[in-house]
């Protein structure tokens, strides 16, 4: 099936720093792509949609000019954290949506998500 | 987009049949039941998908009544790696975001 990988996997970072994580669809384009975070205990949250060439799509709550998107190719979606606090600690999830492996419709492929610790 | 409904944990042994029920009265017509695992500290993965009446593979098998406002997913002798938390979801397109809801924790034990 479809690969989507993310980096890194792990980062911690200071308060008021900013922190970039990529997502990039290893084995098929993806024109679209989606970020999601996830606190301990929780069900993932749909933060924005990454279209290539054109602006995200934040849901509604999350700030646009503090969790930047960019898609700059059909493989890479970045999201920067700009200045990070503590309460932005979380797993950050990207998907893909891809040719079906064992569907008829078109299947997320999620990334293995990148831990942010913001001290 | 259609919300589900499904139980909040399960618990079950090793070796046992688990049954995962999901309900999702305002399917659309065009709309396709997919479930998705997901590990500790993992992204979720697809695991199964289907429109109507049965779908199985390797993993699981998927019952979807007639009325498709259901869907029941059927992990049959469960291990102890088959904790995680399972989510059901519907949508018609994959390009369509999702919106997850709660998810099924499943545990398994010795």
């Known amino acids: 099936g479809a690969v989507v990988s993310q980096h890194p996997s792990r980062v911690i970072c200071k308060s008021g720093t900013s922190v970039k994580i990529e997502c990039r669809s290893l084995d098929f384009q993806a024109t679209t792509m989606f970020w999601y975070r996830q606190f301990p205990k929780q069900s993932l949250m749909l933060m924005a949609t990454s279209n290539e060439g054109s602006k995200a799509t934040y849901e509604q709550g999350v700030e646009k000019d503090k969790f930047l998107i960019n898609h700059a190719s059909l493989t890479l979606s970045t999201l920067t954290v700009t200045s990070a606090h503590p309460e932005d600690s979380s797993f950050y999830i990207c998907?893909?949506?891809?040719?079906?492996?064992?569907?008829?419709?078109?299947?997320?492929?999620f990334g293995p998500g990148t831990r942010l610790t913001v001290t | 987009l259609a919300k589900t409904t499904q139980p909040i944990s399960m618990d079950s042994y090793e070796g046992q049949e688990v049954n995962i029920t999901c309900s999702h009265n305002n399917i659309a017509t065009n709309d396709y039941i997919t479930w998705y695992q997901q590990f500790p500290s993992q992204g979720p993965r697809f695991i199964i998908q289907?429109?109507?009446t049965k779908v199985t593979n390797e993993v699981a098998s998927l019952f979807i009544p007639a009325d498709r406002k259901s869907s029941t997913l059927s992990l049959p002798r469960v291990s102890l790696s088959d904790t995680a938390v399972y989510y059901c979801h519907v949508s018609s397109g994959g390009y369509n975001k999702l919106i997850f809801g709660a998810g099924t924790r499943l545990a398994v034990h010795p």
């Open positions: 998907s893909a949506p891809g040719a079906p492996s064992g569907g008829a419709d078109y299947e997320q492929y």
């Open positions: 289907g429109y109507k």
